[in-house]
């Protein structure tokens, strides 16, 4: 499961660690991949101070179950975290095929496989997503972010990453009162969106966040329940069923940023 951000803060790494969390709490082994290169935050919303990164495996062709425990970071949930690099400059290392193989690594150990992609897409990324059997996009409901997740949706399909269709947008900070509803957001982006909103309730968050203990949040707390419900809906947790999507064959997108990037378009 891929997890991108329509802009940066609509909370895609938060959205991420949940429903990592919640997979591994039912009882699924689980892996939370920070592929958000030069801005990953999964180590601090975790508290996690860690040498290793992806970049350690960026450049072994043949990630052997040991390398792979190497790189990983067990966390006291149980999560096994594979962070992105402390010196975001050393995530252009990762490359499109070395994504590739590290994510194909992670899915032959683990069940599950949450992936934090954050805003802003690189080669790697889109490997990732176009991997991914189910991909979201987080967005908030305002114009800007909106914007945002249809300019993301058009973008993934030029690029033959990945088609709206197969794209699940998950509304994050909702609230009844608020003008732009789940339904309007389907019809702008073309996606699917989930069933289940995020309410806005940060209060609920901000000590948790500022602590660097997001995996502590209250159970009891709207926010909390409403991403692992989530989970629930995307067939995360052990008794559900998934609403996935294969990838079907779509190697060919991050082959055709890659030769764009290039090229300079």
């Not at 062709?61 to 992105?84: E, K, N």
């Not at 609230?175 to 019809?187: D, M, N, V, W």
Request: charged content about 25%.
């Amino acid at each position: 499961v891929t997890v991108s951000g329509a802009k940066g803060g609509a909370g895609t790494t938060l959205t991420a660690i949940q429903l990592a969390l919640a997979a591994q709490a039912s009882g699924r082994t689980t892996a939370l991949l920070d592929m958000d290169l030069q801005t990953g935050d999964v180590a601090s919303y975790l508290d996690v101070q860690f040498r290793r990164s992806v970049v350690d495996l960026a450049t072994i062709t043949d990630i052997s179950p040991r390398v792979l425990a190497d790189a990983v970071f067990p966390h006291d949930t149980g999560l096994a975290l594979l962070l992105a690099p402390g010196e975001g400059e050393r995530g252009e290392e990762v490359t499109e095929r070395a994504a590739r193989q590290i994510v194909s690594a992670l899915r032959s150990r683990y069940e599950v496989v949450v992936v934090d992609c954050g805003a802003q897409l690189s080669g790697a990324g889109a490997a990732v997503v176009e991997m991914a059997e189910t991909a979201l996009l987080v967005t908030t409901p305002d114009v800007v972010a909106v914007r945002g997740a249809k300019r993301a949706v058009r973008m993934w399909d030029r690029l033959q990453v990945r088609k709206a269709e197969e794209t699940t947008v998950v509304v994050n900070r909702h609230s009844r009162g608020t003008e732009i509803q789940p339904a309007l957001i389907q019809k702008i982006t073309g996606t699917g969106v989930a069933a289940t909103v995020i309410p806005a309730n940060f209060k609920e968050l901000q000590g948790a966040v500022d602590a660097g203990r997001v995996h502590e949040l209250d159970a009891k707390g709207t926010v909390k329940q409403a991403l692992w419900a989530l989970a629930g809906e995307l067939g995360l947790v052990k008794g559900t069923e998934a609403n996935s999507h294969r990838n079907g064959g779509r190697e060919r997108g991050a082959l055709a940023f890659r030769r764009r990037k290039e090229l300079g378009r």
